[in-house]
């Protein structure tokens, strides 16, 4: 396996352009948002209400973390993403 | 390096990458029955596209000196028309003894509907009476975590089968301790966006070992790679894991999963076909 600081090295570029990509996302709506705000065709033209969107605020909290999960990031994202599993869910559907 | 796709459907793409597939390395491929991008209107729908993949498919990859084998089901999303998917299910043990047919697949969940449920376990108990491998597609983006989970207590729940003949496809960094730890086989499917990139299927390799493990490229009618595989190929050469591991995952473990099933007859660059 290779050593941190060659994979930190190698991926640093395109760490740095993901992250640019989602601020510039981020900021795009914001000012859609903002524009929205001052044209009355769209009165409802936000994401405030979407459940979505504070999901990407706390991937963002994710990427944040350090100590024993910090080697778990991408299988928490996909978790934060996913719809949750009921164990009975053979009782819900009666097979 | 000769390699496998075990999950590659070919009946969506042209015949230039079958060419560009065996300039790659690959020998042999297996195609699980899928969505054709539009529901079927009846069973016989299903007979042609089953004579499509176990006549006509064949002959087009043996001119580039690919295997081509498949899987024959019918797939999740039309399995919510429980009344067709009957039909089709009672057609397929005409196909079973067809050479390359390797076993029921890729059934599954697609939205975790009663439906779906009720026609994978259909599914299952077609494999168990037939003493079939069965490769599973596990569901997209937000519902796979729950359609994975359902689909392992499907399996778990009947004692017939025998875990080292079922494959469960898609899996993911969510899904994939799960299922190995189950004792099933996992496939990592390369595809863009919505699935796996090499890097991440790399990332598996380093964490779980090569135990019971593939990749694919799911390859359709959608955006996908068909030479996805040669990517992570390159991937993990580039990260300097050994041709021996390499050939493990992408070669030796498509085989020996896929002789589960007697109409496996795989013959290497050096070998005749066996009788």
């Known amino acids: ?95 | 390096m000769d390699y496998i796709d075990p999950h590659i459907h070919m009946v969506s793409r042209i015949t230039d990458d079958y060419a560009t597939l065996a300039r790659m390395g690959c020998v042999a491929i297996s195609e699980p029955a899928f969505w054709a991008g539009f529901d079927r209107g009846s069973a016989d729908g299903f007979r042609d596209y089953f004579r499509q993949l176990t006549e006509v498919e064949p002959k087009r990859a043996a001119v580039y000196g690919i295997q081509h084998y498949c899987w024959l089901c019918i797939n999740a999303k039309e399995a919510e028309n429980i009344s067709l998917s009957r039909d089709v299910i009672a057609m397929i043990p005409e196909f079973l003894d067809a050479p390359g047919v390797l076993g029921i697949g890729e059934i599954g969940l697609n939205k975790n509907t009663r439906n779906e449920a009720i026609v994978f376990l259909e599914h299952l108990d077609l494999a168990a009476k037939y003493d079939q491998p069965i490769l599973i597609h596990t569901p997209h983006l937000e519902d796979k975590f729950q359609g994975t989970r359902m689909i392992l207590d499907m399996l778990d729940g009947d004692s017939r089968l025998d875990k080292s003949k079922i494959l469960v496809d898609h899996v993911e960094e969510h899904t994939i301790a799960e299922v190995l730890n189950r004792g099933y086989w996992a496939g990592m499917t390369l595809y863009p966006v919505t699935k796996c990139t090499p890097e991440r299927a790399c990332d598996m390799i380093e964490k779980y070992g090569p135990e019971r493990l593939m990749a694919n490229s799911a390859g359709d009618w959608g955006p996908s790679k068909p030479t996805a595989i040669p990517d992570l190929i390159f991937e993990m050469r580039r990260r300097g894991h050994s041709e021996s591991l390499i050939r493990r995952v992408v070669f030796e473990n498509p085989i020996e999963f896929f002789k589960n099933s007697r109409n496996f007859k795989f013959h290497d660059r050096n070998q005749a076909a066996q009788p």
């Open chain 1, 1 to 95: 396996m290779a050593q941190a600081r060659q994979i930190f090295d190698e991926n640093f570029l395109a760490i740095r352009a993901k992250l640019i990509e989602i601020a510039a996302v981020l900021d795009r709506i914001d000012r859609a948002t903002a524009q929205a705000e001052t044209d009355p065709a769209r009165p409802e033209d936000n994401v405030d209400s979407d459940p979505r969107r504070p999901r990407v605020d706390e991937a963002i909290g994710i990427l944040l973390r350090t100590g024993a999960q910090q080697g778990e990031r991408a299988a928490a994202l996909q978790q934060l993403f996913s719809r949750p599993y009921d164990p009975q869910w053979r009782d819900r559907f009666d097979i």
